[in-house]
């Protein structure tokens, strides 16, 4: 088979409807505005307060580093696009924009797990904590997560883009994700979607498998503490992140681990929407309402600024 002659393609865009562009584009536009200031918000405050200079926060802060870049990966182009006719982006860019959001995507799901994890030392471990979680650990976990994250955003990026493009150029979708590139080649798939699949399930489900552990032993562990206001102090400090994991994966088990045969491309641009763009936003408000030190350390910040 020829190898592919495209240069560039054409986003078929979030929606048909002309007359919907320029209300989504107000819509999303103020999505993407409150995404940064609320991600960048949880960074400084967690660097501005000594008091958040612990495990449980350092991931937090590079869980809103990563949300914000992923969220910029797509949303740009999108709101772009919702006001031209020339919804273009250059091979070299489509492929980019795939590595920025796969990568960071993964690492987001490995995050998670990691914060699961640094919940069951703290709760289930105490005595242990500062050896379970302690500084040169944390920082090869996090170093870990991006590694993994880049590897296998390389590993789908390169395979993706070893594929012929023959029948058109035409994207049925807002961004590069991997399900309607597949769609659009010429070439077999079939090896592609079994790395999809392996390499997702391997992250995800690793992760997922960890959570499921931590939190299985945390609901243990509270159910063993006597005082109900220590038992519900102690579920509080998780309800955020548990929160946080239910909306992450049941977007990308939704979107990713299901046969190739289920994609409606049509269909999954309203879920790929939920997950490339909202959960970003969702997420700084997610760990700012319900955890109370990172709320009392806003305040803080705040009075502050006001004197």
């Not at 590595?99 to 703290?122: H, K, P, Q």
Request: aromatic share 14%; with cysteine; hydrophobic share 50%.
């Amino acid at each position: 088979m020829n190898k592919t002659s495209v240069l560039e393609f054409v986003f078929a865009g979030l929606t048909d409807r002309n007359e919907l562009n320029v209300p989504l584009f107000i819509i999303f536009l103020h999505v993407y505005i409150t995404t940064i200031v609320g991600n960048v918000g949880i960074i400084i405050i967690i660097v501005v307060d000594r008091h958040l200079h612990r495990p449980m926060y350092l991931f937090l802060s590079n869980l809103s580093f990563v949300d914000l870049t992923y969220s910029s990966a797509v949303t740009p182009t999108m709101l772009r696009d919702l006001l031209s006719e020339n919804k273009v982006i250059s091979f070299a860019g489509c492929a980019i924009q795939m590595f920025i959001f796969v990568s960071f995507a993964t690492i987001e799901c490995l995050f998670l797990g990691i914060m699961a994890y640094d919940r069951y030392g703290a709760i289930c471990c105490p005595l242990l904590y500062g050896i379970l979680m302690s500084r040169i650990l944390c920082l090869w976990m996090v170093v870990a997560a991006y590694f993994v994250g880049f590897l296998t955003a390389l590993v789908h990026t390169v395979s993706v883009f070893l594929l012929s493009f023959c029948r058109s150029n035409v994207i049925d979708h807002f961004f590069c994700d991997l399900p309607p590139l597949y769609k659009l080649s010429c070439s077999d798939t079939s090896v592609n979607l079994v790395v999809l699949i392996i390499l997702g399930s391997m992250v995800s489900m690793s992760c997922f498998i960890l959570i499921i552990f931590s939190y299985t032993n945390i609901v243990l562990a509270i159910l063993r503490i006597r005082s109900t206001q220590g038992s519900y102090k102690a579920f509080n400090t998780c309800t955020s992140h548990m929160t946080a994991v239910s909306v992450f994966y049941g977007a990308i088990f939704f979107m990713y681990l299901r046969p190739s045969s289920s994609y409606v491309l049509q269909q999954d641009r309203v879920a790929s929407v939920f997950y490339s763009i909202l959960i970003a936003l969702l997420n700084p408000f997610i760990y700012s309402l319900w955890n109370a030190e990172v709320k009392a350390a806003l305040k803080s910040l705040l009075k502050y600024f006001q004197k």
